[in-house]
């Protein structure tokens, strides 16, 4: 008796919830409903498809090597690496206009940033500016985490060490002139890397929150140096140290060094001839890299990606055509309707 009464209490409740008899509906898969909705969905998918992929072709896109592993190379004599303060100039042409906003990347080919011990290199705490993470860094950072005198090295580990140096200076030859071309390097970095992810120490000056630190060893001057031009450039929150800490996924990538959006070139780079002065300082050649310089514009759907539209293609393609084998197969094997 008491055990019934336990197997009572312990049943769900008669409802149609607990009892799993709610009204539901289950589609009927039919030749009607399948082949039609396959060919909607292949011919919606071939239109999107067309149009990426139009568009696509439509952004133009200028990529000049200067890695200088070549002799004819301009950039040949600077890729040695007893060269120091080397300078290299690109000459270019453009036929017709480059329409804007026009963004300029640098490009690293070869280069495994998604490697896991280069990748987790680096002190998080430190980069957002908690001071006792400078005395003491994450040993995740060695070898960069301290100096040959035990000095902590700030910011640590091998991103940051690697950190892409290279310098440009874009100029439009006109009348056998030189004319600047402006590049803006400000808000080229991820929104939440510069306003969440890192911050500066509370400390005013700057360079106050980095004694008894030292630099890192590749590093050309300290952090809080990084733009002598804008003092508010500095520290973890440099503009171009926030592009280069967001890793890349793959081994050849590029990474957004400036936009071309001021003054007489806010529509755009005009046709004409151009030079490209390179301060050349970082190193490839000994794992084989290639480094490159990247022009391009965007449309509606981001940067010029032609696998997306062709993908869309093959997809809706394939919808349309399995539609027509299955349109095939009903009419000659459909079954003879019950008299």
């Known amino acids: 008796m008491v055990k019934e009464e336990n197997e009572s209490a312990n049943r769900p409740d008669n409802t149609a919830f607990t009892q799993q008899r709610l009204p539901a509906w289950q589609p009927i898969l039919s030749a009607g409903i399948v082949i039609p909705g396959f060919t909607i969905i292949g011919l919606a998918f071939i239109g999107i498809g067309v149009a990426l992929f139009i568009t696509s072709r439509s952004?133009?896109?200028?990529?000049?090597?200067?890695?200088?592993?070549?002799?004819?190379?301009?950039?040949?004599?600077?890729?040695?690496?007893?060269?120091?303060?080397?300078?290299?100039?690109?000459?270019?042409?453009?036929?017709?206009?480059?329409?804007?906003?026009?963004?300029?990347?640098?490009?690293?080919?070869?280069?495994?940033?998604?490697?896991?011990?280069?990748?987790?290199?680096?002190?998080?705490?430190q980069l957002y500016g908690d001071l006792t993470s400078f005395k003491e860094p994450t040993d995740q950072c060695e070898p960069y985490r301290y100096n040959g005198n035990k000095r902590p090295i700030v910011p640590c580990g091998s991103i940051a060490n690697s950190m892409f140096n290279d310098t440009f200076n874009l100029f439009q030859i006109v009348n056998g002139q030189r004319k600047v071309v402006p590049l803006d390097g400000k808000g080229i970095s991820w929104w939440t890397?510069?306003?969440?992810?890192f911050r500066n120490p509370t400390i005013t000056p700057l360079r106050n929150a980095f004694n008894d630190t030292v630099k890192p060893p590749f590093w050309p001057r300290p952090a809080y140096e990084l733009d002598t031009s804008d003092p508010a450039n500095n520290g973890f929150i440099n503009q171009d140290f926030l592009v280069w800490m967001r890793t890349a996924a793959l081994p050849d990538f590029?990474?957004?060094?400036?936009?071309?959006?001021?003054?007489?070139?806010?529509?755009?780079?005009?046709a004409g001839n151009y030079s490209l002065d390179i301060a050349y300082n970082y190193p490839v050649i000994k794992f084989k890299g290639r480094k490159k310089v990247v022009f391009s514009n965007v449309s509606w759907m981001g940067g010029k990606n032609e696998f997306?539209?062709?993908?869309?293609?093959?997809?809706?393609?394939?919808?349309?055509?399995?539609?027509?084998?299955?349109?095939?197969?009903?009419?000659?094997?459909?079954?003879?309707?019950?008299?």
């Open 193 to 197: 890397d510069y306003n969440v992810k």
């Open 254 to 270: 590029r990474k957004l060094y400036r936009r071309i959006t001021e003054g007489d070139y806010a529509n755009g780079l005009p």
């Open 308 to 339: 997306l539209g062709i993908a869309y293609l093959v997809i809706g393609s394939l919808c349309v055509v399995m539609a027509v084998v299955m349109l095939i197969v009903y009419a000659k094997f459909k079954f003879p309707e019950e008299e």
């Open 59 to 125: 952004i133009q896109v200028l990529e000049l090597d200067y890695t200088g592993a070549e002799q004819n190379s301009p950039c040949f004599t600077c890729s040695n690496p007893a060269e120091r303060n080397c300078v290299c100039t690109l000459q270019f042409s453009i036929n017709k206009l480059f329409e804007g906003p026009v963004f300029f990347y640098y490009g690293l080919s070869n280069y495994f940033q998604n490697y896991r011990r280069y990748g987790v290199s680096r002190d998080d705490n």
